[in-house]
């Protein structure tokens, strides 16, 4: 590990409680510590932790225009592009911005040097401050289908001096890869229901092909069955601790309450629960 | 001039595929020689994004001015656009069908795309 320990809360499923484990998670360990809001399509992190911006940042990917009194239309720019973002037809080539992952490839390949890249807004960073703790927010712009890079501009704000929560998107496409990878361990937060344990096998396999140690975190325990522990077992995984299947839970987090703040009975869970997730980090590391 | 038929088959009385950007194969027919090719499209199929665009310089590079389907989407439609392509939309079942409404003038040219894209 390098540095402060950095620990993705991510789920395979969604809605299963990765904010309400993040954000509680982030108030236990207090003052410095960082909670990084990577959800960009909906970063929500600050519903319950609320504090004054105090810096702002626009995020941009590099896109190609082209410069048509160079261009002899050879095409060999919309050949080389691997996300479709370019189309020759004769003339000087098509661009589609938004399919643009902003590799710079079509700069390099032009024969004719013809191409050259301008930033296009996607998103905006945000740094407020919450009893302590820093929230890193990301957002993306409405209308725009890629999140990686907002994500990535997140990333690149965390201080590594300082621990960080990593608020991740759900799923296990691209948007959470680039969430969780770099992170020192991955707490899976599910619920005991059918789809929390399929969703649950996706994450597994997603933080093991990355070669991230993972546990558990069941939530609304209590409202299913005992496949997640019984998976869990077998597959020899760590499940952190509980929490119930309550309506005052349920009720306290709708009016923007951080779990540990509304019930501090909850508070030693999640101190042992980050104790542990630091202590597979490490020992993965060693 | 040739036409380019959006197909899930291989021959006239296939049926039409309503997609442009993801249909499985193109069917070209030649309205002077009366000459039918096809072209697949299984590429674009898999594609994560711009299977339209793709889609539309496939057909550019067959030569072909008309393409007929089902629907066409913004990005599609910019390209065929760019590249002089006529697109024409439409509710026929089969490849054949389609080709007797545009034979018969049925079939009126679209200004612009019909359907929404799939990203932005």
């Known amino acids: ?286 | 001039m040739k036409i380019a038929f959006t197909t899930t088959g291989t021959t006239l009385h296939a049926p039409l595929d309503p997609r442009f950007g993801r249909a499985a194969r193109f069917l070209v027919y030649d309205t002077d020689t009366r000459a039918a090719g096809v072209i697949d499209n299984a590429q674009q199929l898999d594609a994560a994004q711009g299977a339209g665009i793709q889609a539309a310089q496939l057909v550019a590079r067959a030569g072909v001015g008309a393409v007929v389907t089902g629907h066409c989407g913004p990005k599609a439609f910019r390209v065929l656009a760019a590249a002089g392509i006529a697109v024409y939309t439409t509710d026929a079942a089969t490849v054949a069908e389609a080709l007797e409404r545009h034979h018969s003038g049925a079939l009126t040219a679209l200004g612009g795309a019909d359907v929404e894209g799939h990203w932005v």
């Open chain 1, 1 to 286: 590990m390098n540095g402060h320990p950095h620990i993705a809360i991510a789920s395979g499923k969604g809605g299963t409680g990765k904010t309400t484990v993040a954000t509680s998670l982030a108030r236990v360990l207090g003052h410095g510590v960082q909670l990084l809001d990577c959800d960009v399509e909906e970063p929500n992190a600050r519903l319950f932790l609320r504090g004054d911006v105090q810096e702002s940042r626009m995020v941009a990917v590099p896109v190609p225009v082209i410069d048509e009194t160079r261009c002899d239309g050879c095409g060999e720019c919309a050949r080389f592009c691997a996300y479709n973002a370019l189309a020759a037809v004769g003339g000087a080539p098509l661009v589609f911005p938004e399919l643009c992952h902003g590799c710079g490839g079509c700069v390099k390949v032009c024969p004719r040097q013809a191409m050259r890249e301008t930033q296009r807004r996607v998103g905006m960073v945000e740094t407020a401050e919450a009893d302590g703790v820093i929230v890193i927010q990301g957002a993306l712009d409405v209308g725009v289908a890629m999140a990686p890079p907002v994500i990535h501009a997140v990333k690149a704000h965390a201080r590594r001096d300082a621990p960080a929560v990593i608020d991740a998107p759900p799923g296990t496409s691209c948007p959470v890869i680039a969430a969780v990878r770099g992170a020192d361990a991955v707490a899976l937060v599910t619920e005991p229901t059918p789809f929390g344990l399929h969703d649950l096998r996706l994450a597994v396999e997603m933080t093991r092909t990355l070669a991230i140690p993972s546990a558990v975190i069941i939530n609304r325990a209590g409202s299913g069955d005992d496949r997640v522990q019984a998976y869990c077992r077998v597959e020899g995984i760590t499940v952190l601790f509980e929490l119930p299947d309550e309506r005052r839970i349920a009720e306290a987090l709708a009016r923007g309450a951080v779990l540990v703040d509304a019930f501090p009975e909850y508070r030693s869970r999640f101190e042992r629960g980050w104790k542990q997730l630091v202590a597979i980090a490490t020992e993965h590391h060693a």
